[in-house]
């Protein structure tokens, strides 16, 4: 499926290689990717652009990913952007977190990218 440059995602983790996989496959596939290592550098690259999607960790320095999911989510300038979580806190417990903070999606690592991609179909349309 052939996209605009256009669409946009945040990729937020502290696995570097996990970030780098993850760009290349996505600006593959036409999508445009800015990376932040943990929530705070996501709330700085959030005052230069609105993503479509933003990818998230959980456990990460500075600030995780749940705090950070709370924090957009509390924000009128980006309640609505969906987010999918991508973590290796799979048990029921983060879960149900994930999800009463309004992730749209939880996807446990490891993970397959073309289950990453299934997930983003859902979201981001053209």
Known sequence: MQRSASRTILLVDDE??????IRDYLEK?????????????????LNN???????????????????LLEKLKGDGSYANVPVIMLTVKSDP??????ISLQADFYLPKPFKLDNLMNFINLIVKD
Do not use: W, Y
């Not at 596939?29 to 690259?45: C, Q």
């Not at 652009?49 to 705090?67: A, H, Q, R, T, Y």
């Open 16 to 21: 570097i290689e996990v970030c780098r996989i």
């Open 29 to 45: 596939k036409n999508f445009k990717v800015s990376e932040a290592h943990n929530g705070t550098e996501a709330l700085t690259a």
């Open 49 to 67: 652009f609105k993503p479509d999607l933003i990818i998230l960790d959980v456990i990460m320095p500075v600030m995780g990913g749940f705090e």
């Open 93 to 98: 417990q983060h879960l149900e977190r994930g």
